[in-house]
């Protein structure tokens, strides 16, 4: 298998790191979450899984993530929405199976919607859909929100290192990406899996996405004892073993 690496020009000044696996179709996509990237054990796990069966894998990180050029703090979700599509129509052809990991199920949401002839499938893992609103707005004190309003930025406490900088620009883009709105266009199968100890975004949300997701091939998968980052090696499996039983229906 030829893995190669790159750096695709966005045309702003900015470039996004990738990797990519020669393989067969359809092509696996990974989409990491909120300061994540392409290093993480989900997505190595995915890569080496194409490199067994001989498929084509994408992964890359978004602007201001990882190895990509760009601030942190200038990113919203339409701008990483924009990076992922980018992407994908750069240094993908055929279909794909899309792969999304917390803020990456929103940006592989909105990727579906945008390319819908492509998508022919999409896993959540812990996806978080309109997590600006859901999860950060709503969910602060009017305090927070005076201060967020009037700095532009908030700092969060995080369990995963230092504070998290939530901008106000982020929450108002957001909010006009929202996918949890009604019916979701999405007529792929559909694999949803979500840990019930997750401190971060609620199981529940998996349901929700199931219920408006127009598709009928829909299942969730829940794992009791599972945190948010499903990375240990049961949770690896068990996303290898989704994706691996989707790349087999689509490959036969």
């Known amino acids: 298998m030829t893995q190669t690496k790159g750096r695709l020009d966005r045309g702003n000044a900015i470039q ?18 909120f300061r994540s990237d ?20 994408l992964r890359f990180d978004y602007s201001g993530h990882g190895a990509s050029d760009g601030d942190f703090l200038d990113g919203t979700i339409g701008a990483w929405a924009e990076d992922a599509l980018a ?8 279909p794909l199976i899309l792969v999304g990991s917390s803020m990456g199920g929103w940006i592989g ?6 390319r819908p002839e492509r998508v022919a499938a999409f896993v959540g893992i812990a996806g978080a859909p309109d997590f600006t609103q859901r999860l950060m707005w709503d969910s602060m004190t009017p305090a927070e929100q005076a201060t967020l309003k009037r700095d532009g930025v908030l700092h969060v406490p995080s369990q995963y290192g230092e504070p998290t ?14 996918v949890l709105t009604g019916r979701i266009a999405l007529h792929c ?25 127009e598709s009928q091939d829909v299942r969730v998968i829940l794992v009791k004892d599972g945190d948010h ?11 290898c073993a989704t994706v691996g039983e989707l790349l087999g229906q689509d490959s036969e």
């Open 16 to 33: 996004l790191a990738w990797i990519r696996i020669e393989g067969r179709g359809p092509t696996v996509v990974f989409l990491p979450g």
């Open 38 to 57: 392409m290093t993480g054990d989900k997505a190595t796990a995915l890569a080496a899984l194409c490199e067994a069966r001989g498929h084509a894998m």
């Open 87 to 94: 992407a994908i129509d750069a240094l993908t052809d055929g």
């Open 109 to 114: 949401l909105l990727t579906a919607l945008a």
């Open 165 to 178: 900088p939530i901008t106000m620009q982020l929450i108002e883009d957001g909010a006009r990406h929202r």
């Open 189 to 213: 199968p559909v694999r949803l899996l979500h840990g019930q100890n997750d401190p971060d975004v609620p199981w529940q949300l998996a349901l929700t996405i199931a219920e408006q997701a």
């Open 229 to 239: 980052r499903l990375s240990r090696p049961r949770d690896l499996d068990l996303l």
